[in-house]
């Protein structure tokens, strides 16, 4: 089986949660996967499993593995092509489209696109076999459709300090102890976005490494449900009206993200699932290259997102009967060039992109951080014009359930109606959406999640910097004003 | 002693573009044809060759590489700071390329 059904997924999940220590509100969760704040991030990823069934969605949600030969899911697949790079923006975007939050799933898909291609050059050099390694554990991911959480953000501890430096050595995760049969790790991976609705957890350092550093030079695999692994569960937003009982004030009706404090708290590591263990001089170059698949990401999903506040935006404006209005429709029009710039950019660093030693093809690294940088911004001025357009309303509307007691319901009713055309329900609805997109639980993916995700600004800043010759641009100027020789010009 | 051996290295050199360049590619293949006067014989073609050097600004490496294997036995691609796909620091390219070009056979670049 190399496609795995939606059921079959969340069965999957429901298999090993027994097994899962989860925390969240001061508890322990027994059965995370039917708890009604976390199931609509589940929700989410098995739409990723979903769609990848249907015939009008295959060729963006499938290909077929050079690995296996068998059709695979997109998120397990190896880029082979700029064509690839680009349909998985593509289909991103589309997911975005279906699930109006983070569908959790591109973290694992970058980082394993990452890993290949660095596993082969670190063996090139260092003469090790981590490629191999990792090759047959993919295989795996592959034969099974298995969903992969890519994890990298450590604890940090105090951020003027390197790994090396840190009072407590955890701050980032290491190996504790080396064995014959493998080795022991211990840290913190901070903002796990998907953990619990992943069958498997592929970890990277977190940042470059010097000599000196090599305990924190570490990438693995381990499944969900690996003795020592301890979960606590991020709070997001208005994330309690999930346990009200109603379908309106949740904004999003099925589905929603997850991020997770993931403790590794002395995990044994088997030597054949480990891809990485002491070589600092390759920490950069799986950083860069996961942060820059990540980047990437951002120019498919949040766009997809974007497609849903343009459309609630649009809607709202209808419903309060403002739509012909020059200004709003102006406001749509920005909205709708922002969310197309950032979808440009994602296709711009794919089109851009180049074949690894390896073979599997990666972005252009430059573009993608443009890509990303304004992912950073683009997203809050979508947001801002659609919380304009929208009115106050979706900040001071009644709760759902006081529509309908018998004491004020009619006369909330009432005075919340727009026009005898539109139910006032509808209006709820799409109020509610706006709330939870810009300031409710989805918040947390389409705007702290694009400025920090997969890197805070200043990180792209640096690597823009570190790419763009600057020099060539400045001899560019002083050839065109007189102050070198240009030689181009040798015509009378 | 090959034929091949005994002969000059028919050598086709296609750049790209050059539209957004990060490395000055024109210097970098004059460093070359220097580097190989010492060593090696080469005569320059456009025709089909025994050695093809494409060089790239940068690491899209734009050229249509199939057009180029169809008249060249063997292709070096430089693309920005990349050789063969492995990252080259800026002082070691010209070098490594004319160890390529004298061995002609595809080494593992450990950079």
Redesign the interface.
């Known amino acids: 089986m190399t496609l795995k059904k939606p059921q079959e997924y969340i069965d999957d999940l429901r298999a090993i949660a027994g097994d899962i220590d989860v925390y969240m509100f001061g508890e322990k969760v027994e059965n995370y996967v039917d708890n009604p704040i976390i199931r609509p991030s589940i929700n989410a990823m098995a739409m990723t499993y979903k769609l990848a069934q249907e015939p009008e969605y295959e060729d963006l949600m499938t290909e077929v593995s050079t690995l296996t030969g068998e059709r695979v899911n997109r998120f397990a697949y190896l880029h082979q092509s700029k064509e690839d790079l680009i349909k998985k923006v593509k289909m991103l975007r589309l997911l975005g489209q279906k699930t109006g939050c983070c569908f959790q799933r591109c973290v694992g898909m970058d980082a394993i696109n990452a890993l290949y291609n660095t596993t082969f050059?670190m063996d090139?050099?260092h003469k090790t076999d981590y490629h191999e390694r990792f090759k047959k554990w993919l295989i795996d991911i592959q034969n099974q459709d298995l969903t992969v959480d890519g994890c990298m953000t450590d604890a940090r501890g105090d951020r003027s300090k390197s790994p090396g430096q840190q009072p407590d050595p955890d701050a980032y995760l290491h190996v504790v102890e080396k064995r014959e049969d493998g080795i022991v790790v211990r840290g913190c991976k901070l903002h796990q976005t998907g953990m619990l609705n992943s069958h498997e957890i592929l970890v990277m350092p977190n940042n470059s490494l010097k000599p000196g550093e090599e305990e924190w030079a570490v990438c693995f695999a381990i499944p969900l449900n690996t003795p020592g692994m301890i979960f606590v569960y991020g709070r997001q937003s208005c994330d309690t009206r999930k346990l009200e009982g109603g379908d309106i004030d949740i904004g999003n009706k099925y589905f929603g993200g997850q991020e997770v404090m993931t403790i590794f708290n002395d995990v044994f590591v088997p030597w054949d699932r480990v891809f990485m263990c002491g070589e600092t001089d390759f920490t950069t170059m799986i950083v860069e290259r996961f942060a820059g698949y990540h980047r990437q990401s951002y120019g498919g999903c949040k766009v997809g997102v974007g497609d849903n506040l343009i459309g609630c935006a649009k809607a709202l404006a209808d419903y309060q009967g403002v739509a012909k209005a020059s200004g709003v429709k102006d406001k749509i029009v920005e909205m709708c060039h922002l969310n197309e710039t950032l979808y440009a950019c994602g296709i711009a660093c794919s089109a851009?992109?180049?074949?690894?030693?390896a073979g599997n093809y990666l972005i252009?690294?430059l573009l993608a951080n443009i890509c990303k940088q304004n992912v950073t911004r683009f997203p809050y001025e979508i947001a801002r014009l659609g919380q304009d357009i929208a009115g106050g309303y979706f900040v001071t509307m009644p709760s759902e359930k006081d529509f309908d007691i018998p004491e004020v319901g009619e006369l909330v009713k009432k005075y919340s109606s727009t026009s005898t055309e539109v139910p006032v329900e509808n209006r709820q609805r799409m109020l509610r959406l706006m709330e939870n997109l810009t300031l409710g639980c989805a918040a947390v993916g389409y705007l702290t999640e694009s400025m920090h995700g997969a890197g805070s600004p200043q990180a792209q800043r640096i690597m823009i910097t570190r790419l763009i010759?600057l020099e060539?641009r400045k001899e560019l100027a002083e050839k065109l004003c007189g102050v070198k020789e240009n030689n181009d010009v040798d015509w009378e | 002693m090959t034929n091949l051996d005994k002969r000059p290295i028919k050598l086709r050199i296609k750049y790209c573009g050059g539209c957004n360049p990060l490395i000055n590619r024109k210097k970098l293949v004059d460093e070359v044809l220097n580097c190989l006067k010492v060593s090696t014989p080469v005569e320059i073609t456009q025709k089909h060759a025994d050695i093809a050097l494409v060089v790239c600004g940068c690491s899209v490496a734009c050229v249509d590489l199939a057009k180029i294997r169809n008249h060249a036995e063997y292709v070096i691609l430089v693309a920005g700071n990349y050789i063969n796909h492995y990252q080259v620091s800026s002082d070691q390219m010209a070098t490594i390329i004319c160890q390529l070009i004298n061995e002609r056979e595809e080494v593992k670049l450990n950079c």
């Not at chain 1, 851009?352 to 030693?357: D, I, K, L, M």
């Open positions: 050059e090139a050099k851009e992109g180049r074949e690894t030693a252009d690294i010759d060539h």
